[in-house]
């Protein structure tokens, strides 16, 4: 059990979270690198605040653009930590997504009081309800109820999400093995943290303490078998989202900022203008009668109404 | 609420049934004074027997069945090839990020599914949930191109094999879907299912030469063959014109002369040429208001230069791209300031938005809508307007194209306060961004094959003769006559083959339908009798 808790809680825990970021990374730089598309903007869009689009005036083109970083942020925050999507058009899946999405957030915050608690610990401050400084003393609550908090949170969340796709008929017919899946996997990440709080350590001294390890890359081992279990969860977590729709936290930010906010409109002389005039020198191979063969856009367009009149 | 005991089951897709999901009449809701359920058109036999019906019993495609083999995987193999295209940036660098997101993130949470006004209308049909195509698309991805899909089969979402029949119902259930976006605006991810029903209708139209034959054959390609989707040619542009100059001066007592090919002018007005020919009241509108202004304006003659839509924006970027750069070309013939596209939703969110990032160099002339030049004139003073000429019930439909995707709300409804008495003018429920498609979007107005104007104007209508109800309700008397204004010459399409035709709402309550500028001219103190008349049609 040791040996095996070790390399849960040591080699593969380091591995699982320098893979996670690797992968993120790589995620979002993989959509950052895709070409610049044609507008598919949604309104309203926020950042125009209360003044709307800019298309309602006349002249527009020479008006420079309203933004409003409050209404952005205003918005982004309600959908970001509410839901808010959902709570209004489908109340009956927020009430699992919103305790769900919470207990992220909770479980975010928990792991970074953890580290900076596990930072005290190994700089010889020790974090406990008694300590004598009230910040050490915010901390160590600040812990428990962050952690407790989010892992009853996102076990509750996660539990109605399930109980909705086996028995809402509707969300059944879409829900494939996969969503079960990573609802397990939340079920599992949740469960097991609550379950370790609950039965092992009610004051996460001992995974500050692991932490501390980690930090200090003493590849400590792991007494608990139910802290190993937690761990064993947020390896299995942390190797799986990358591969997961999950990962729509990194989509979400393009399908918002780059592609439903996007009214960013083409300028003369830009780097948009320029990285257009490219893509319209790519060869495309769609091959319906209507395109020209081996033809690069600028190909397609150039004296289309003539040539198409043509062809007839 | 409702809800259909049909299941469709995405694996079962592609199912050798006759009809995989036909439409009940039964489990339809009727609307105010509809007192049967709806009627769609049965089909010969032989009709049945060679073309396909069986996504819903309905075809608007024309989908010719296959006979032999080699047909069906042609029809397989093509579209396989045209999905591997869509994801690759030579060929779809237009809209690569955003179909590749929603693709790939849809969280199968169903929160789109009460936003679709298709959906609910339909009486609930799985098959016509917004993420149910993207759904199919998914599951084909994932079982041809996706390595856990080949490997885990089912156990990674990979359960549908294809056939031509998952590819010709897809192509069917595609033009299910008017891409109102309304779906996308609902979503808490972003992901956006009437894209993947464009960017399937382009696979469609790209590589396999499928599409609505009015959106196509006799829709871009006739505009680009004659300069018009009616068919109109600049030579018989002319006549509409000189028809319209005579109606102007019957109905204002004087006449106008409409420029036409005026160099240099600061506008260009880019009209859909349905207008002409349909209803030529509305160029005869904006003619008046614009020459009482005092602006300087024009139309063109040229082919590609009185022809605003782009039908390239519902199915094919590179129709579309033609179409844009040609109409760019006949304003820079001109030397036109700027381009202003006439009530024509479609047209002003393609050649404004769409558009905005195709025209590089000096491509980019300025193109603005209508409705903020024509507030600007209210605003000016310039011609005076008595609001009580406009003492009748009015209700605003909001073009999806122009309100929900363009973000265009203000100006109309600033407009009609200066124009109308208060009191008169009632928001429709769901106004605003929130509003419902006409049910003629992105090609229903004008797609008129087999029984599919059955549906357009049985399911695809329907919300939107409800609201109109709803907006009305106090007034539905047929002594008090009422106005629907719908700046777009689709919702207008769909308003007269709907609502009037199909739904009676001129015979039963005294509603009539027409655009913005009609009711402007309607108020103007300067003209003698009304412009808007109850005893003609529109």
Not at chain 1, 116 to 128: H, K, N, T
Not at chain 1, 267 to 296: C, F, Q, V
Not at chain 2, 443 to 458: E, K, Y
Request: proline share 5%; hydrophobic share 40%; net charge neutral.
């Amino acid at each position: 059990m040791s040996s095996v808790g070790w390399f849960i809680g040591g080699p593969l825990m380091y591995f699982a979270a320098a893979f996670f970021v690797f992968m993120t990374a790589a995620t979002f730089i993989k959509y950052a690198k895709l070409p610049r598309h044609l507008r598919w903007d949604l309104y309203p869009v926020p950042h125009q605040g209360p003044e709307g689009s800019k298309y309602q005036k006349v002249d527009f083109a020479g008006i420079k653009p309203h933004f409003s970083l409050f209404h952005e942020l205003k918005e982004m925050s309600q959908e970001m930590l509410f839901i808010k999507k959902a709570y209004i058009h489908n109340p009956k899946v927020w009430l699992g997504s919103f305790p769900l999405h919470a207990g992220i957030y909770l479980g975010a915050l928990w792991l970074v009081l953890l580290t900076v608690s596990a930072l005290c610990e190994l700089g010889g401050i020790a974090v406990s309800g008694g300590a004598s400084s009230l910040v050490v003393r915010f901390l160590h609550f600040g812990v428990i109820i962050t952690g407790a908090g989010g892992f009853a949170a996102g076990l509750f969340g996660s539990l109605v999400l399930l109980v909705l796709r086996i028995a809402d008929e509707d969300m059944r017919l879409f829900s494939d093995p996969v969503s079960f899946v990573n609802l397990a996997l939340m079920i599992f990440l949740f469960g097991s943290s609550l379950s370790a709080w609950i039965f092992a350590d009610s004051s996460f001294s001992l995974i500050r303490h692991h932490v501390a390890g980690l930090l200090s890359f003493s590849m400590p081992t792991v007494g608990s078998g139910l802290i190993v279990l937690q761990l064993t969860s947020y390896c299995a977590f942390l190797l799986y989202l990358p591969f997961s729709r999950m990962m729509h936290f990194v989509g979400k930010y393009f399908f918002y900022h780059h592609i439903l906010w996007d009214d960013e409109m083409m300028k003369r002389n830009s780097a948009m203008e320029n990285d257009i005039a490219t893509y319209l020198h790519y060869k495309m191979t769609w091959s319906a009668p209507h395109i020209r063969k081996d033809g690069t856009w600028v190909d397609q367009v150039a004296d289309s109404a003539s040539k198409e009149g043509e062809k007839k | 609420m409702k809800k259909t005991t049909r299941r469709v089951p995405i694996k079962d897709f592609g199912s050798a049934t006759d009809v995989l999901s036909p439409l009940e009449p039964g489990d339809i809701e009727l609307i105010h004074g509809e007192d049967k359920p709806p009627k769609f058109r049965e089909m010969k036999p032989e009709t049945k027997e060679k073309y396909d019906f069986s996504l819903d019993g309905i075809s608007a495609l024309n989908l010719p069945i296959p006979k032999t083999k080699e047909e069906e995987e042609a029809i397989v193999n093509g579209f396989l090839r045209g999905i591997e295209k869509l994801f690759q940036k030579e060929n779809n660098w237009t809209f690569l990020m955003p179909t590749t997101l929603s693709n790939e993130y849809c969280m199968q949470c169903n929160t789109c599914n009460e936003a679709c006004p298709i959906y609910t209308e339909s009486g609930r049909m799985d098959i016509y949930k917004p993420n149910y195509r993207p759904e199919v698309l998914r599951r084909i991805i994932k079982r041809y191109f996706s390595k856990s899909g080949k490997l885990l089969r089912k156990w990674a979402g990979a359960d549908l094999d294809l056939n031509w029949r998952v590819v010709y119902r897809l192509a069917e259930l595609v033009y299910r879907c008017s891409l109102c976006r309304r779906c996308a605006s609902v979503c808490p991810i972003g992901v956006d299912n009437a894209l993947i029903s464009r960017e399937l209708r382009k696979v469609f139209s790209q590589e396999m030469g499928i599409a609505p034959e009015n959106v196509h054959k006799s829709g871009t390609v006739q505009h680009m063959k004659t300069g018009s989707t009616t068919g109109m040619t600049s030579a018989s542009f002319k006549d509409n014109i000189e028809f319209i100059e005579d109606m102007i001066e019957e109905k204002i007592g004087r006449r106008i002369t409409i420029p036409v090919d005026k160099k240099d002018a600061d506008i260009l007005l880019l009209h859909n040429a349905g207008e002409y020919m349909a209803w030529p009241e509305n160029p005869a509108a904006f003619a008046i208001l614009f020459e009482a202004a005092g602006l300087s304006w024009t139309l063109s003659s040229e082919q590609m230069g009185y022809e605003g839509v782009n039908y390239g924006v519902w199915y094919d970027d590179v129709q579309f791209a033609r179409i844009a750069f040609a109409q760019i070309q006949a304003a820079k013939n001109l030397g036109v300031k700027k381009i202003v596209i006439g009530e024509c939703g479609h047209a002003t969110k393609g050649f404004i938005t769409i558009a905005d990032r195709v025209l590089v160099g000096d491509a980019a002339i300025p193109r603005e809508a209508c409705l903020p030049l024509l507030e600007q004139i209210v605003l000016s003073g310039k011609i005076k307007f008595d609001p009580m000429k406009n003492n009748f019930p009015v209700t605003l439909h909001d073009p999806c194209n122009m309100v929900r995707l363009m973000g265009i709300i203000s100006p109309q409804r600033n407009i009609l306060k200066h124009i109308m008495p208060e009191g008169q003018f009632r928001e429709m429920p769901d106004a605003g961004t929130n509003n419902y498609c006409c049910g003629g979007g992105s090609g229903f107005a004008i797609m008129n094959s087999q029984n599919f104007p059955d549906w357009r104007n049985n399911v695809a209508c329907r919300m939107k003769a409800r609201q109109v109800l709803e907006a009305f309700k106090d007034v539905l008397d047929p002594s008090i006559p009422k106005y629907y204004c719908a700046p777009c010459s689709n919702c207008k399409g769909a308003a007269r083959d709907s609502m009037m035709e199909h739904f009676g709402f001129r015979k039963k309550y005294n509603i009539i339908y027409g655009g913005l500028v009609e009711l402007m001219v309607n108020a103007m103190v300067d003209i003698p009798k009304p412009f808007i008349s109850w005893e003609e049609e529109f």
